[in-house]
């Protein structure tokens, strides 16, 4: 795993901006896997304005996203559907049906099933961007004994569910189950991209880079045997 450390938040987003655009402008065509979270939006941003600038173009990429709440309306201003809208797919050039998100209604494991199709069908992505959880998870897949290698349907751990609260009017109104891409799917990249920021994500990278083992209560761990992974951190993140 590369390291690259920034200063600060934007920096951080500017120098995984940096990389992308970087990418693209080799291979306009690039396959992406995006995330939500507060994480990526400068990088989204960056991305956006280096399109508005004609550095690069979305026209010929697609893409897929990690996961998405359960239960929750593709307009509903928390869905992570409207998130990426508003921070990327409405400021870019992607053609329509180019995008792709997974969405259930209800925890029901046939939309799992379908999401892998089409993940089957869309292939390995080029570049995956990853945001990192307080406790290590990797989209959705929560620290257990055991993890998922395919899309599943996830019961949010109060953990998670009280790290989004902060999004909603208060924690009850978080959605308790999501449907996220198993870890197989998840590592489906050439290369990753992972964000982290901020003092609150200090412990995570600390154990990233410090511990040497590899296990499924801490899911960021299996980053490692990803052979070309790259975790930009601001100094907060960094040094704590």
């Known amino acids: ?5 920034a200063k600060d938040y934007d920096e951080m987003s500017r ?9 693209m402008i080799e291979k306009p065509q690039a396959k ?3 995330a939500t979270g507060s994480t990526p939006i400068g990088l989204y941003e960056k991305l956006a304005e280096a399109e508005k600038e004609g550095e690069i173009s979305f026209k010929y990429s697609k893409s897929v996203n990690l996961d998405e709440y359960i239960g929750i309306s593709k307009e509903n201003d928390q869905s992570y559907q409207y998130f990426m809208n508003e921070n990327l797919f409405n400021k870019v050039s ?17 939309y799992a099933k379908e999401y892998d199709e089409l993940l089957d069908k869309f ?4 570049i995956q961007i990853l945001g990192l ?17 395919r899309t599943s349907i996830i019961k949010l751990t109060d953990e998670t569910i009280e790290a989004n609260s902060r999004f ?4 009850d109104e978080v959605p308790k189950y999501a449907i996220s891409m198993g870890m197989e799917d998840v590592f489906n990249a050439n290369t990753l991209v992972v964000l982290a920021n901020g003092k609150n994500k200090h412990e995570v990278v600390k154990r990233i880079i410090e511990e040497d ?25 960094y040094n704590g």
């Open 1 to 5: 795993m590369k390291i690259i450390v």
């Open 15 to 23: 120098k995984a901006a940096d990389f992308i655009i970087n990418f």
């Open 32 to 34: 992406f896997g995006f």
């Open 94 to 110: 992607f053609k329509e049906g180019a995008t792709n998100l997974p969405y259930a209604p209800e925890a029901d494991e046939k």
């Open 123 to 126: 292939g390995k992505r080029d």
């Open 133 to 149: 959880g307080p406790n290590g998870h990797l989209a959705f897949n929560e620290p257990y004994e055991k993890l998922n290698r």
């Open 168 to 171: 909603f009017a208060n924690k």
């Open 213 to 237: 083992t590899i296990y499924p209560e801490f899911p960021a761990s299996f980053l490692h045997l990803h052979p070309n992974a790259y975790l930009f951190v601001d100094e907060e993140a």
